[in-house]
């Protein structure tokens, strides 16, 4: 079993920018494909981006791609998304998850999610 905490959320501006952490406990974080996802007022849980055990492989979101970048540092047993140029429809609580079985980004194929951190974007 793993448990997530997340941290880094906050209030930025339009084109700012804001770096998320996920750090997880227990021995076996490598063992773990890591993904975020977020969650805005009045919607569902959507898949932002992932990441293989290794680190080699990512996989994004379209409305976040170019602008956001996962990775991973399992020495240190956490992971990290890099939020670029945010706009409004980026606000939401950012949660991060863990799959033992695939690489996906299938809400249901994930296991563990942490707590969420709410970031907020103003105009």
């Known amino acids: 079993q793993v448990q997530l905490v997340e941290s880094g959320g906050g209030l930025v501006q339009v084109g700012g920018s804001l770096r998320l952490s996920c750090a997880a406990s227990?021995?076996?974080?490598?063992?773990?494909?890591m993904g975020w996802f977020r969650q805005a007022p009045g919607k569902e849980r959507e898949f932002v981006a992932a990441?293989?055990?290794?680190?080699?492989?990512?996989m994004y979101e379209d409305a976040v791609k170019g602008r956001f970048t996962i990775s991973r540092d399992n020495a240190k047993n956490t992971v990290y998304l890099q939020m670029n140029s945010l706009k409004p429809e980026d606000t939401a609580v950012y949660y991060c998850?863990?799959?033992?079985?695939?690489?996906?980004?299938?809400?249901?194929?994930?296991?563990?999610w942490g707590q969420g951190t709410q970031v907020t974007v103003s105009s």
């Open positions: 990441i293989s055990r290794g680190g080699l492989r990512t």
């Open positions: 998850a863990a799959d033992q079985k695939e690489y996906g980004a299938t809400y249901s194929s994930y296991d563990y």
């Open positions: 227990g021995r076996t974080f490598s063992s773990y494909v």
